[in-house]
């Protein structure tokens, strides 16, 4: 019974141009066997929340403060060493290129033997044996010679099983992955996506699915937050988030996507960019490109509170509720105008 | 991994072919008169035509290349010295050792100092070791060998008395007329000219290195390494290391075989008999087979290392090794 | 409607060499492999296909950034395949591009203003005063501020970068603008805006767009025609409401199936089609339909063998499909498609 707790997580770096805010008061639940989506952008500090959570950044640059809890142990400000035997035992992690992460003049097997000796004291062997094995699960093909193979004789869609061959190898109860399928062709998404739910339920793990991708999110998570400028700005369970969004940032995001079934007619656009998060924005990070934007928008921060679906949905923002529901029944109304049409 | 070993033999003798042209042209072909400077001002007009005709000057230059050619390939031989008509090869042979044993001690001092330097101060960027390092390779790097050399010889050789000024000890004994032999003094005396010798590469390559890991440090594998739980020994030994070393052997490859051409400024002020002095004295002296010899000695060196080097790097990086 | 631009066979083969000291020829990289279609004035042509279809080179052709090995390219009405430097430079200023990476396709030492009068003078056009004042219109065009003129790229966010590169490629008012993969290295949020605004450009100036993308959702939302290649060759065409509803090729239908949908909902209630398999690499070409080793409808003895041609599918005008089995009806599960049909292929026209 394990789960992931993270209360209010705050990583700034120290750089030459200033302090950066990456993530500011982050907090979420991980349940055993359930997907968490982290959706958002350049900037929103998706990624960086979860290098936080594995120790990953460098203690001289990144200041980290809150709590992480793994199955009730503490994990910021616990010793390099214990965040060793944890990071690819007990979490696993995934990364976005898969041409560049892997080592190009080892094996994989030696990679994959190295994750296994690095927490288990086995013969080479042993090691060995278990790398052919997990490599057959993850549905590489000829496992067994392959497993001698450097990282360039395979292709992207074969080194991203390869990578999360060496983040389960180890049986972990977690698999945290940034941007998993991001680099890949859409029929190699598929394929590494189906994998991957396979996996969990063979594995019983939890899983972070990080992406840009609301589509990708729909598909595989249970529940999602949303990730502005280093906060978060709404979390729900993924069926209410797509059908009730209660914040304007999820809406434009949700309106701005080009459909399958679209029929060209202008998308719905957030003006402006990303914020910086060198200088971000005062009050609610959104503001600056906020059509509902109020005064009070650009002062105070909205706090995250509950809709009315209950606890488990929850949102920051000023707008009072029978605006919220009034403008989003209106886009709605926009969007299935436009899927009937077409 | 056999074609790429034959392709690179192919093209290693393909440039001995040209760079034996362009030094034939430079040294024979465009000065005015070589039978000149082989017979000396005194010669007699039959003297000189002797000469031209032995010498195969009066045939087109095309067929002077030919017998140039052949005396090196199939004879091994290049020529006498116009000077006192030793064998070149001989004159080489003698001085060859003298700057291998400068080249390849200096290469083992500068290595020995700089990966370490250069690592440690990857591991530590903007720190004030990393900046006291920066600010010595910047002496090393402008600091002429020359200005070190007669500084060294001049401090510790002549003031501290520590170390000899100047000279050269066979490292065999029991060559005729010397005034010192044996490894030992061989070394004693080796100490001033190493150092001169291999300050600037320590300089330079603690600057790649330094660059070479830190930019290894930052690649997507070694953050999946320590998402694997790898240690920073790990992490560093077994993944950054091994990537970032492959730029200092191709450039440790080229730069030990340009320094064996004649290590010039440092022979020349501690008075070591190797190529670089031999070279001067030939030049000063318009002794055109030595100079000739010793250009295409040294090139054979560079391309001899660089196809050294080809072959290591291709074992060592299995993206090559590996492509059909 | 005229027609604009006619592609002929086109191919891109891409030599390769083994040998010791000379180097011969023993194969080639087919990289477009004999494409066809035309582009009338005004429309937008969405080309689609997965790494290694050779959709970016085919577009880097019809530029003629890169020299066509074969095949014929025709823009209005004159062959433009063997025209010489001088010859293409006057037809250079009515087609231009837009590339993907908005950091790397602007020079980052010169600035915004010069980078978008180039091609002004290139051509030759106007005195430098009409230029700084044709820059600052475009500027203003593609919806930034015209003061800019005189700032770095490096000082523009990723989406201002792009329009940047779209106010470079309109300077000399083009009929066709080639637009490699203009959003996918941009933000969603940002993504909107610049197919908002290419639309608009297209509606106030009349502009004909090729919009090359992998991207199913944004190729649906911007084309009116749209081409899905695979591995050098065209393997469908067609109007973009008859693609996207009835696909008749199996691997537009793949394709169509493995994009994920931002609706939990309809996500769990289809039944996703999953390719077999990798992308194939453009060396190893598979016999005649390439796509066979991946294929659902894989007949043995038949795909193997026969290449299929681009034939008449379906009911809409102008919808081609190079299959032998093409698909009968849309949606279909993998199990579906697997039904072997012996019969031969849907003729053109006929009702399904």
């Given at each position: 019974m394990?789960?992931?707790?993270v209360?209010?997580?705050?990583?700034?770096?120290?750089?030459?141009?200033?302090?950066?805010?990456?993530?500011?008061?982050?907090?979420?639940d991980?349940q055993?066997?359930?997907?968490?989506?982290?959706?958002?952008?350049?900037?929103?500090?998706?990624s960086?929340?979860f290098?936080?959570?594995?120790?990953?950044?460098?203690?001289?640059?990144a200041?980290?403060?809150?709590?992480?809890?793994?199955?009730?142990?503490?994990?910021?400000?616990?010793?390099?060493?214990?965040?060793?035997?944890?990071?690819?035992?007990r979490?696993?992690?995934?990364?976005?290129?898969?041409?560049?992460?892997?080592?190009?003049?080892?094996?994989?097997?030696?990679?994959?033997?190295?994750?296994?000796?690095?927490?288990?004291?086995?013969?080479?062997?042993?090691?060995?044996?278990?790398?052919?094995?997990?490599?057959?699960?993850?549905?590489?093909?000829?496992?067994?010679?392959?497993?001698?193979?450097y990282?360039?004789?395979?292709?992207?869609g074969?080194?991203?099983?390869v990578?999360?061959?060496?983040a389960?190898?180890?049986?972990?109860?977690?698999?945290?992955?940034?941007?998993?399928?991001?680099?890949?062709?859409?029929?190699?998404?598929?394929?590494?996506?189906?994998?991957?739910?396979?996996?969990?339920?063979?594995?019983?793990?939890?899983i972070v699915?990080?992406?840009?991708?609301?589509?990708?999110?729909?598909?595989?998570?249970?529940?999602?937050?949303?990730?502005?400028?280093?906060?978060?700005?709404?979390?729900?369970?993924?069926?209410?988030l797509?059908?009730?969004?209660e914040?304007?940032?999820?809406?434009?995001?949700?309106?701005?996507?080009p459909?399958?079934?679209?029929?060209?007619?202008?998308?719905?656009?957030?003006?402006?960019?990303?914020?910086?998060?060198?200088?971000?924005?005062?009050?609610?990070?959104?503001h600056?490109?906020?059509?509902?934007?109020?005064?009070?928008?650009?002062?105070?921060?909205?706090?995250?509170?509950?809709?009315?679906?209950?606890?488990?949905?929850?949102?920051?923002?000023?707008?009072?509720?029978?605006?919220?529901?009034?403008?989003?029944?209106?886009?709605?109304?926009?969007?299935?105008?436009?899927?009937?049409?077409? | 991994?056999a074609?790429?070993?034959?392709?690179?033999?192919?093209?290693?003798?393909?440039?001995?072919?040209?760079?034996?042209?362009?030094?034939?042209?430079?040294?024979?072909?465009?000065?005015?008169?070589?039978?000149?400077?082989?017979?000396?001002?005194?010669?007699?007009?039959?003297?000189?035509?002797?000469?031209?005709?032995?010498?195969?000057?009066?045939?087109?230059?095309?067929?002077?290349?030919?017998?140039?050619?052949e005396?090196?390939?199939?004879?091994?031989?290049?020529?006498?010295?116009?000077?006192?008509?030793?064998?070149?090869?001989?004159?080489?042979?003698?001085?060859?050792?003298?700057?291998?044993?400068?080249?390849?001690?200096?290469?083992?001092?500068w290595?020995?100092?700089?990966?370490?330097?250069?690592?440690?101060?990857?591991?530590?960027?903007?720190?004030?070791?990393?900046?006291?390092?920066?600010?010595f390779?910047?002496?090393?790097?402008?600091?002429?060998?020359?200005?070190?050399?007669?500084?060294?010889?001049?401090?510790?050789?002549?003031?501290?008395?520590?170390?000899?000024?100047?000279?050269?000890c066979?490292?065999?004994?029991?060559?005729?007329?010397?005034?010192?032999?044996?490894p030992?003094?061989?070394?004693?005396?080796?100490?001033?000219?190493?150092?001169?010798?291999?300050?600037?590469?320590?300089?330079?390559?603690?600057?790649?290195?330094?660059?070479?890991?830190?930019?290894?440090?930052?690649?997507?594998?070694?953050?999946?390494?320590?998402?694997?739980?790898?240690?920073?020994?790990?992490?560093?030994?077994?993944?950054v290391?091994?990537?970032?070393?492959?730029?200092?052997?191709?450039?440790l490859?080229?730069?030990?075989?340009?320094?064996?051409?004649?290590a010039?400024?440092?022979?020349?002020?501690?008075?070591?008999?190797g190529?670089?002095?031999q070279?001067i004295r030939?030049?000063?002296?318009?002794?055109?087979?030595?100079?000739?010899?010793?250009?295409?000695?040294?090139?054979?060196?560079?391309?001899?290392?660089?196809?050294?080097?080809?072959?290591?790097?291709?074992?060592?990086?299995?993206?090559?090794?590996?492509?059909? | 409607m005229?027609?604009?631009?006619?592609?002929?066979?086109?191919?891109?083969?891409?030599?390769?060499?083994?040998?010791?000291?000379?180097?011969?020829?023993?194969a080639?990289?087919?990289?477009?492999?004999?494409?066809?279609?035309?582009?009338n004035?005004?429309?937008?042509?969405?080309?689609?296909g997965?790494?290694?279809?050779?959709?970016?080179?085919?577009?880097?052709?019809?530029?003629?950034?890169?020299e066509?090995?074969?095949?014929t390219?025709?823009?209005?009405?004159?062959?433009?395949?063997h025209?010489?430097?001088?010859?293409?430079?006057?037809?250079?200023?009515?087609?231009?591009m837009?590339?993907?990476?908005?950091?790397?396709?602007?020079?980052?030492?010169?600035?915004?203003?010069?980078?978008?009068?180039?091609?002004?003078?290139?051509?030759?056009?106007?005195?430098?005063?009409?230029?700084?004042?044709?820059?600052?219109?475009?500027?203003?065009?593609?919806g930034?501020?015209?003061?800019?003129?005189?700032?770095?790229?490096?000082?523009f966010?990723?989406?201002?970068?792009?329009?940047?590169?779209?106010?470079?490629?309109?300077?000399?008012?083009?009929?066709?603008?080639?637009?490699?993969?203009?959003?996918?290295?941009?933000?969603?949020?940002?993504?909107?805006?610049?197919?908002?605004?290419l639309?608009?450009?297209?509606?106030?100036?009349?502009?004909?767009?090729?919009f090359?993308?992998?991207?199913?959702?944004?190729?649906?939302?911007?084309?009116?025609?749209?081409?899905?290649?695979?591995?050098?060759?065209?393997?469908?065409?067609?109007?973009?409401?008859?693609?996207?509803?009835?696909p008749?090729?199996?691997?537009?239908?793949?394709?169509?199936?493995?994009?994920?949908?931002?609706?939990?909902?309809?996500?769990?209630?289809?039944?996703?089609?999953?390719?077999?398999?990798?992308?194939?690499?453009?060396?190893?070409?598979?016999a005649?339909?390439?796509f066979?080793?991946?294929?659902?409808?894989?007949?043995?003895?038949?795909?193997n063998?026969d290449?299929p041609?681009?034939?008449?599918?379906?009911?809409?005008?102008?919808?081609?499909?190079?299959?032998?089995?093409?698909?009968?009806?849309?949606?279909?599960?993998?199990?579906e498609?697997?039904?072997?049909?012996?019969?031969?292929?849907?003729?053109?026209g006929?009702?399904?």
């Amino acid at each position: 019974m394990s789960s992931l707790k993270v209360t209010d997580l705050n990583t700034s770096f120290r750089t030459d141009d200033g302090i950066v805010k990456a993530v500011s008061g982050v907090s979420f639940d991980l349940q055993e066997g359930h997907t968490l989506g982290v959706v958002g952008e350049s900037g929103s500090g998706k990624s960086v929340t979860f290098l936080s959570v594995m120790g990953l950044l460098d203690p001289r640059q990144a200041q980290i403060s809150g709590s992480v809890q793994l199955d009730g142990e503490e994990l910021l400000g616990a010793s390099p060493a214990r965040l060793r035997q944890l990071r690819g035992r007990r979490i696993g992690m995934i990364f976005q290129d898969p041409m560049t992460s892997l080592n190009p003049v080892k094996s994989i097997g030696w990679q994959l033997e190295e994750a296994v000796l690095i927490h288990h004291d086995v013969s080479r062997k042993e090691a060995r044996r278990r790398a052919v094995e997990i490599l057959g699960q993850v549905e590489i093909p000829r496992a067994g010679q392959r497993i001698d193979d450097y990282p360039h004789q395979f292709s992207g869609g074969m080194r991203q099983r390869v990578m999360i061959a060496m983040a389960l190898i180890n049986n972990p109860e977690m698999l945290i992955a940034d941007e998993p399928t991001t680099a890949l062709d859409v029929t190699t998404q598929a394929q590494i996506l189906r994998l991957m739910k396979n996996l969990q339920e063979e594995f019983k793990m939890a899983i972070v699915m990080i992406t840009h991708d609301l589509g990708v999110v729909a598909e595989l998570a249970d529940d999602v937050i949303v990730m502005y400028g280093g906060k978060v700005v709404e979390q729900a369970n993924v069926d209410d988030l797509f059908v009730k969004p209660e914040m304007p940032y999820t809406w434009g995001l949700l309106g701005s996507l080009p459909r399958l079934n679209s029929t060209g007619a202008r998308l719905e656009q957030i003006p402006g960019q990303p914020p910086s998060l060198l200088n971000p924005p005062s009050g609610c990070p959104f503001h600056p490109r906020c059509e509902f934007v109020m005064n009070i928008c650009r002062e105070e921060l909205p706090v995250l509170e509950p809709s009315e679906q209950g606890e488990n949905h929850i949102f920051r923002c000023h707008l009072d509720d029978e605006s919220r529901a009034r403008i989003w029944n209106q886009k709605r109304a926009a969007l299935t105008a436009e899927e009937t049409a077409a | 991994m056999a074609h790429f070993l034959i392709r690179r033999i192919f093209w290693a003798l393909f440039l001995f072919l040209v760079a034996t042209i362009i030094t034939y042209l430079i040294f024979w072909v465009i000065p005015t008169n070589p039978a000149q400077l082989a017979g000396g001002h005194a010669a007699s007009k039959e003297f000189l035509q002797s000469i031209t005709h032995r010498l195969h000057l009066d045939k087109p230059i095309w067929v002077q290349y030919y017998y140039f050619l052949e005396n090196l390939v199939v004879h091994g031989s290049l020529g006498r010295s116009f000077l006192n008509q030793q064998s070149v090869d001989s004159i080489i042979g003698k001085d060859a050792p003298v700057t291998a044993s400068l080249v390849f001690g200096g290469a083992i001092l500068w290595l020995s100092l700089s990966i370490p330097v250069g690592i440690l101060s990857a591991l530590r960027p903007r720190s004030l070791t990393d900046r006291v390092t920066m600010t010595f390779v910047l002496i090393g790097i402008s600091a002429h060998p020359v200005w070190i050399g007669l500084i060294l010889s001049f401090v510790i050789g002549y003031k501290l008395h520590l170390t000899p000024i100047a000279g050269y000890c066979n490292f065999w004994p029991g060559a005729p007329g010397a005034q010192c032999e044996g490894p030992v003094q061989w070394a004693y005396h080796m100490i001033l000219p190493w150092i001169t010798f291999m300050i600037l590469f320590a300089a330079l390559y603690v600057r790649l290195i330094r660059a070479s890991v830190l930019e290894t440090m930052s690649e997507d594998y070694v953050r999946t390494a320590r998402a694997k739980g790898a240690s920073q020994r790990r992490v560093m030994i077994q993944h950054v290391l091994r990537n970032s070393l492959l730029p200092v052997v191709t450039i440790l490859g080229m730069d030990l075989g340009l320094a064996l051409g004649g290590a010039i400024f440092t022979e020349t002020v501690f008075n070591l008999p190797g190529l670089g002095n031999q070279v001067i004295r030939a030049y000063n002296a318009n002794d055109l087979p030595i100079i000739t010899g010793v250009v295409v000695f040294s090139t054979c060196c560079v391309i001899v290392f660089n196809f050294i080097v080809d072959v290591t790097y291709g074992f060592l990086d299995p993206r090559i090794r590996l492509s059909n | 409607m005229t027609e604009l631009l006619k592609v002929e066979g086109l191919e891109k083969h891409f030599p390769v060499t083994k040998g010791l000291v000379f180097q011969k020829q023993v194969a080639s990289v087919k990289a477009v492999d004999g494409v066809s279609f035309t582009l009338n004035a005004g429309e937008t042509l969405g080309v689609v296909g997965e790494s290694g279809c050779g959709k970016s080179t085919m577009a880097r052709c019809v530029a003629r950034l890169l020299e066509p090995t074969g095949g014929t390219l025709t823009f209005e009405g004159r062959d433009i395949t063997h025209l010489s430097r001088n010859d293409m430079r006057a037809v250079r200023r009515d087609m231009m591009m837009v590339f993907q990476d908005p950091y790397a396709s602007l020079n980052p030492r010169k600035r915004v203003g010069f980078i978008v009068g180039e091609p002004l003078e290139v051509h030759g056009v106007g005195t430098e005063k009409e230029r700084k004042r044709r820059v600052q219109e475009l500027l203003e065009i593609v919806g930034l501020n015209p003061e800019h003129y005189n700032r770095f790229p490096h000082e523009f966010s990723g989406g201002q970068r792009q329009r940047i590169g779209i106010a470079r490629a309109l300077a000399i008012n083009p009929k066709l603008i080639i637009c490699d993969e203009p959003v996918s290295a941009l933000d969603v949020s940002v993504q909107a805006q610049i197919l908002n605004l290419l639309k608009d450009l297209q509606d106030d100036f009349g502009l004909t767009y090729i919009f090359i993308a992998h991207d199913l959702n944004v190729v649906r939302h911007i084309s009116d025609r749209v081409l899905v290649m695979y591995l050098g060759r065209a393997v469908e065409i067609g109007a973009r409401d008859a693609l996207y509803v009835e696909p008749k090729h199996p691997y537009t239908g793949a394709l169509l199936s493995a994009v994920p949908i931002a609706d939990p909902q309809a996500g769990r209630a289809r039944k996703q089609i999953v390719l077999e398999g990798d992308v194939p690499n453009p060396i190893n070409q598979p016999a005649a339909c390439h796509f066979h080793p991946r294929c659902p409808r894989f007949v043995d003895g038949k795909c193997n063998v026969d290449t299929p041609l681009l034939e008449p599918v379906g009911t809409s005008e102008g919808h081609r499909a190079a299959c032998h089995f093409p698909l009968e009806r849309w949606p279909m599960t993998e199990e579906e498609m697997r039904d072997p049909h012996l019969t031969a292929p849907v003729e053109a026209g006929a009702p399904d």
